[in-house]
């Protein structure tokens, strides 16, 4: 067949580079993401491997490819879970701290700075007033806080009425 004909442009340097890999003998994987028909993108995981004869000479090739959209979607949705405070929507304290290391080492010699506040009186109105009151604080001062800083800024829920936010310039 003539892969010119048969494979959308956009992907015909990737499927030359399987051919040739799979030609070379090489078990190969790879991820794929797929949206040139006008419908919302799809994710696949394209495995090949080749079959030799009994001289050691490549005679065909296995290929299986596997939507994983569902799948990549779901790991996706994990990890941003993972990344925020479920209450704010917020980064977490760990994502970040990670956040801001990789923007930190991805701009050397940018200024830096690390704002941390608490809320004063936290303590005193989530006893009075009980935890959902509370959450609703919490809820509040996170969105002034996101509005006040989140541009370009990295802004986290550290935890209880902690915040953080790392500012670049």
Do not use: W
């Amino acid at each position: 067949f003539n892969m010119n004909d048969t494979v959308y442009p956009g992907m015909l340097a990737i499927c030359k580079s399987l051919k040739k890999r799979i030609m070379a003998g090489e078990h190969t994987i790879m991820e794929l993401l797929d949206g040139h028909r006008g419908e919302e993108f799809r994710f696949g995981r394209f495995t090949a491997t080749t079959v030799y004869n009994s001289v050691a000479t490549p005679v065909q090739a296995i290929c299986i490819l596997e939507d994983i959209t569902n799948e990549t979607k779901e790991k996706e949705h994990l990890l941003r879970r993972s990344q925020m405070d479920i209450l704010t929507s917020l980064y977490n304290k760990t994502a970040f701290i990670e956040e801001g290391q990789r923007r930190i080492n991805a701009n050397p010699g940018m200024q830096s700075a690390v704002l941390f506040m608490d809320l004063d009186g936290f303590k005193s109105l989530n006893d009075t007033y009980g935890h959902i009151k509370g959450d609703e604080a919490i809820v509040e001062a996170a969105m002034k806080i996101k509005v006040l800083f989140g541009g370009q800024d990295v802004v986290a829920r550290f935890g209880g009425d902690e915040f953080c936010i790392l500012f670049m310039n």
